[in-house]
């Protein structure tokens, strides 16, 4: 029997972690599917605080991960494959074998979309980004591609356009999802450029391991081409990592789970923490913000029911 159960290991889960254990709760951290959350694919993190010369995102991760083992967190690897969250204390299926939680902190992020290209994935802190917001400082006066057609791709394009020396915003159709002030706003927006109906087929290069441009094709001539860039960034949205609460966590349609204020979910005794539940800012620094709250949440509803 557990007295907090984190799943997940970025930086939300493991700043529950540190709180949780200074609390002397030994809680126990689920790695989950992504180790290290979405800071693990990053390159150098250059916001976070205390870092002035900034610090790589998997070194940050494990620097959190040992601060949390040292006041007694216990990790281990592997995703929940089924809960049952109906009755207390909660019950967790870790690969295959079953535990049991007073509280628990729900850390588990949510999953970038990719196109899922070989030479992309390779490439992911490389050049190939899902982050416009951490990552677009470093193509100050370079050419930067945006896929995308959504409103989180007009806002990744305008806000890329402060950097980049021009913005090519790539959509496989000619329609858009994007509200009409935010397609607007793009459009006025003279360092940003439109390629419609188009698809990327290749990021280049896998050998130098940097971004260097990419091979697109227009998808109703079927015309293929080569267009350099330094910077690419996906914006085509991120899959919350909720699959698995499915009809016990009330989330929205697209699996965030909503608040009830806090950290707290519909479920007493169970917490959120970070991109599970953020799909507004989804930040290193705003993650671990919420790590915080879900342990502090977790201790105080352990003392008042005298744990």
Request: charged share 25%.
């Amino acid at each position: 029997m557990r007295d907090v159960v984190i799943i997940g290991s970025g930086c939300a889960g493991n700043t529950a972690a540190i709180y949780a254990a200074r609390a002397n709760l030994k809680p126990l951290v689920i790695g989950g599917h992504e180790a290290g959350g979405q800071l693990s694919l990053t390159t150098l993190v250059e916001n976070f605080p205390g870092f002035p010369e900034g610090i790589n995102g998997p070194d940050l991760v494990e620097n959190m991960r040992v601060q949390a083992r040292h006041f007694g967190a216990e990790f281990v690897p592997g995703s929940v494959i089924d809960t049952d969250l109906s009755r207390r204390p909660f019950r967790l299926n870790v690969e295959g074998e079953w535990l049991e939680t007073r509280t628990l902190i729900v850390a588990s992020g949510a999953s970038a979309r990719w196109l899922g290209i070989e030479s992309e994935q390779k490439l992911i802190g490389h050049g190939v980004s899902s982050c416009a917001t951490c990552d677009g400082f470093f193509y100050r006066g370079r050419k930067i591609m945006v896929i995308g057609g959504g409103d989180s791709a007009m806002e990744e394009a305008n806000f890329l356009s402060r950097f980049g020396s021009e913005v090519t915003l790539v959509h496989r159709r000619e329609e858009f999802r994007a509200s009409k002030i935010m397609l607007d706003r793009a459009r006025n927006n003279p360092k940003i450029k439109f390629l419609l109906n188009t698809v990327v087929e290749e990021v280049h290069n896998v050998a130098d391991k940097l971004v260097t441009g990419v091979r697109l094709r227009n998808v109703k001539t079927g015309e293929t081409w080569n267009q350099d860039v330094d910077g690419f960034f996906l914006a085509i949205g991120h899959i919350p990592n909720t699959k698995v609460f499915k009809g016990q966590i009330e989330t929205d349609a697209e699996g965030y789970i909503i608040s009830k204020g806090g950290a707290r979910t519909n479920i007493p005794g169970v917490f959120h923490a970070g991109d599970v539940q953020d799909r507004v800012y989804r930040q290193a620094i705003t993650a671990s913000a919420a790590g915080c709250m879900a342990a502090i949440e977790a201790e105080r509803f352990l003392e008042a029911e005298g744990h």
